[in-house]
């Protein structure tokens, strides 16, 4: 599902990785937990040479979240996306409750994710994610693991440059002031970026400007966290399609 920030990020001579999580892609088979995951994120870390930049989306962010604040000397920065819901919120139990359903059938929700992929993404977006496979018996191991996670907290323990990137129509935006205070209490640079007219997937909705954030953030780590702040959004490189998707910011 990285395939094209990849892309880009390689054109601009980048090095990137994209890390399977337990239970997901490559790492199917096995048991998702959340130090698992962890642990995943930190070892594409020390392939990278044992400090990067760490980019998460929906459950890739909660758990970039967490690496964050248990290895800080190890975090460059993070780009958080589609996070921004508390994991203990109410509509976590009626989720829980939902995917128990979905995974309870006999092919495990497939064909219900095929239609709303098929719904929500354009088809080359839907063949990316559908490239590492479906992670269809996970959900509701990950719904139970993350939940022990204090986002808030997480966020006010690290050390390094945090960007929150959510696209407008997301329903997991309920908390992004919260999380941008968090994120900043302890004195350390962060930022807010809203990409509109993109939902919850808005590294697939609007992949040029997803990678634009991404860039901005490499080079803002790559200067150090004080180019964070007054960066504007012209300053950002643009590669890739010649078309870019407009960005809206709450510094």
Same mark, same amino acid.
């Given at each position: 599902m990285w395939r094209r920030q990849v892309e880009?990020? !390689?054109?601009a001579g980048v090095p990137a990785l994209a890390v399977d999580l337990p239970g997901h892609g490559t790492r199917m088979a096995e048991r998702f937990t959340l130090a698992g995951a962890v642990a995943a994120v930190d070892d594409g870390v020390a392939a990278l040479g044992g400090r990067a930049l760490v980019v998460g989306l929906s459950l890739g962010g909660y758990v970039g979240i967490e690496h964050r604040a248990r290895y800080p000397e190890r975090s460059a920065g993070l780009v958080a996306s589609s996070c921004c819901?508390?994991?203990q919120t109410r509509v976590r139990d009626a989720w829980l409750l939902a995917m128990r359903l979905v995974e309870s059938r006999p092919d495990h929700g497939a064909r219900l994710? !095929?239609?709303?992929?098929?719904?929500?993404? !354009?088809?080359?977006? +839907?063949?990316?994610?559908?490239e590492g496979g479906y992670a269809l018996e996970v959900m509701v191991d990950v719904l139970r693991e993350v939940? +022990?996670?204090?986002?808030l907290t997480?966020? +006010?323990?690290?050390?390094?440059?945090?960007?929150?990137?959510?696209g407008r129509w997301d329903h997991f935006r309920g908390r992004e002031r919260s999380m941008l205070a968090a994120a900043r209490s302890g004195g350390t640079p962060a930022r807010l970026v809203v990409v509109p007219r993109a939902t919850h997937l808005v590294s697939?909705? +609007?992949?040029?400007?997803?990678?634009?954030?991404?860039?901005?953030?490499?080079?803002?780590v790559s200067e150090g966290a004080g180019a964070l702040i007054p960066r504007s959004r012209a300053a950002a490189p643009t590669l890739g399609p010649r078309r870019r998707e407009p960005l809206s910011s709450a510094r």
């Open positions: 880009i990020l !390689d054109a819901t508390p994991p994710n !095929d239609l709303l992929a098929g719904l929500a993404l !354009d088809p080359q977006s +839907a063949r990316d994610v559908a939940a +022990a996670s204090d986002t997480a966020l +006010a323990a690290g050390t390094s440059p945090v960007w929150l990137l959510n697939l909705d +609007a992949p040029v400007a997803y990678a634009r954030v991404v860039l901005e953030a490499v080079a803002a």
